[in-house]
């Protein structure tokens, strides 16, 4: 089945040690997406590509950063996390364009700890 | 600017019994309407869209949801719930004439009570 997968599932990582976090999928689709979840809240854009040309979310804080080096792979990177980046970031992707009547398709999530 | 509220922040209903979950919407445009669905440490998954033509729009696991312009609202009913409908619920606009972003509402949280 086509799909979105996130690897890992739990990450934990140390105060401000870089992370990266992966995201593939097998849709096909020209948008990728990378939200930030916190508990009993809903998912925050952090950004998303479409094909190649990157688009940050204005409230988006320097410390993260994203690669999608082709069509398949998308990857998060939080240069130095902090407590508060403690968070469930989920991956997305759409056919199109990231509003308008395309549906997105998420991944399992990658649920990061920090210690 | 578009904006999604749900009202419930949490919902307890007990199981076989109807549900409904409340989903108001506010957007000078015409809109995309979407719910989404969350179960524990998942992704969100689509349960069901409005895009346009009938207002009543069926999804997956029995649900539904209807459209109402007049009322800018979209919400979710079904008519007898199951233990594995408990999860997050999400409503998400997005505008007919933008490219710009999915707005999601707060959720909702469905609590199936045996």
């Known amino acids: 089945d086509a799909m979105v997968i996130q690897n890992p599932r739990y990450q934990v990582t140390q105060f401000g040690k870089p992370v990266t976090l992966s995201c593939s999928q097998t849709?096909?689709?020209?948008?990728m997406y990378w939200y930030q979840q916190k508990s009993s809240q809903a998912p925050k854009l952090l950004f998303h590509?479409?094909?190649?040309?990157?688009?940050n979310e204005a409230d988006t804080p320097d410390n993260f950063q994203s690669r999608r080096p082709n069509t398949s792979f998308c990857f998060l990177d939080i240069r130095s996390p902090g407590l508060g980046d403690a968070a469930m970031y989920l991956c997305?992707?759409?056919?199109?364009?990231?509003?308008?009547?395309?549906?997105?398709?998420f991944g399992d999530g990658t649920r990061l700890s920090i210690l | 600017a578009q904006s999604v509220t749900q009202l419930d922040s949490q919902v307890p209903v007990f199981e076989e019994a109807p549900v409904e979950l409340r989903c108001n919407y506010s957007?000078?445009?015409?809109?995309?309407l979407f719910w989404y669905v969350q179960y524990p440490n998942q992704g969100l998954q689509l349960l069901l869209k409005?895009?346009?033509?009938?207002?009543l729009v069926k999804g997956i696991n029995g649900f539904e949801a209807e459209f109402n312009k007049s009322q800018t609202s979209f919400h979710l009913r079904k008519p007898s719930v199951h233990i594995s409908d408990t999860a997050e619920y999400f409503c998400?606009?997005?505008?007919?004439?933008?490219?710009?972003?999915?707005?999601f509402g707060p959720g909702t949280s469905l609590s199936v009570i045996p």
């Open positions: 997305a992707t759409s056919r199109h364009s990231p509003g308008g009547d395309q549906p997105q398709h």
């Open positions: 849709l096909n689709h020209n948008v």
């Open positions: 590509y479409y094909d190649k040309d990157f688009n």
């Open positions: 957007s000078s445009v015409s809109v995309y």
């Open positions: 409005y895009l346009s033509g009938s207002t």
């Open positions: 998400a606009v997005s505008v007919k004439t933008s490219y710009d972003k999915v707005i």
